[in-house]
């Protein structure tokens, strides 16, 4: 089967910077995407790594080590509007692009 | 180019009742997903659909059925809705080629409540 641990909450000060963990046990493996969702909102795309490394998007970056199963999310000088829910998901469907989601990280961004 | 796209928003059901919820998508992408959310959980995947005509089960397919007759649709339908089926419901698209292909693009949602 597959599962995905992150941790359910996270608590950091504006400016500071918060990194979200993120382990996984699947049975294939493609790649590890990260979507942020707002309260009450939608899922949005921050970041795809395929392969080990670190992939920078502005003010977050998103790492993977494949050999540990294990990949983070990096927000750095965090503002008030980063508080929402991050989620790790694994693409593991091939060709049909499919992807398992973890339950998710709660980040309160407090001033 | 409204993205996805889902009707209706919002539902109230009764026990056994039956509804059916659109999802529609104008990126002209071959692959759809329908995602349920419960409180405090991530999305977990109901049926998705590689292209018009083809579906498949994904991860909790019992009590849903879907369908995709046009490519822009994927429709997903519920013919005996059970409480246990009280959640957000969450309509996804993608394509296989091009920069976009690892990006799920998520609909608004629809929440339904079945009492």
């Known amino acids: 089967g597959q599962s995905l641990e992150q941790p359910s909450e996270v608590t950091a000060v504006e400016g500071a910077i918060v990194q979200i963990n993120c382990t996984y046990q699947?049975?294939?493996?493609?790649?590890l995407s990260w979507y942020q969702q707002h309260d009450g909102g939608a899922p949005t795309f921050l970041s795809y790594?395929?392969?080990?490394g670190l992939e920078e998007t502005g003010r977050f970056s998103s790492f993977l080590s494949r050999s540990d199963s294990y990949g983070y999310l990096l927000l750095q000088e965090l503002q008030m509007k980063d508080s929402a829910s991050y989620f790790c998901a694994v693409r593991d469907g091939g060709n049909a692009g499919k992807s398992t989601f973890g339950d998710g990280t709660t980040l309160t961004v407090k001033p | 180019n409204a993205g996805v796209t889902q009707t209706p928003k919002f539902r109230v059901l009764k026990t056994g009742q039956s509804m059916t919820l659109l999802c529609a998508q104008d990126?002209?992408?071959?692959?759809m997903y329908w995602y349920r959310q419960d409180p405090g959980m991530g999305l977990r995947l109901i049926h998705y659909s590689v292209g018009e005509g083809t579906t498949a089960k994904g991860e909790v397919p019992d009590g849903y059925n879907v369908s995709r007759l046009k490519k822009q649709n994927f429709l997903l339908g519920l013919e005996s809705a059970a409480p246990s089926q009280t959640s957000v419901y969450f309509c996804?698209?993608?394509?296989?080629?091009?920069?976009?292909?690892?990006?799920?693009?998520f609909g608004p949602g629809t929440r339904l409540t079945v009492l």
């Open positions: 699947t049975s294939g493996f493609y790649g």
């Open positions: 990126m002209n992408h071959e692959y």
């Open positions: 790594n395929a392969l080990d």
């Open positions: 996804a698209s993608n394509t296989p080629s091009g920069g976009a292909y690892n990006e799920q693009f």
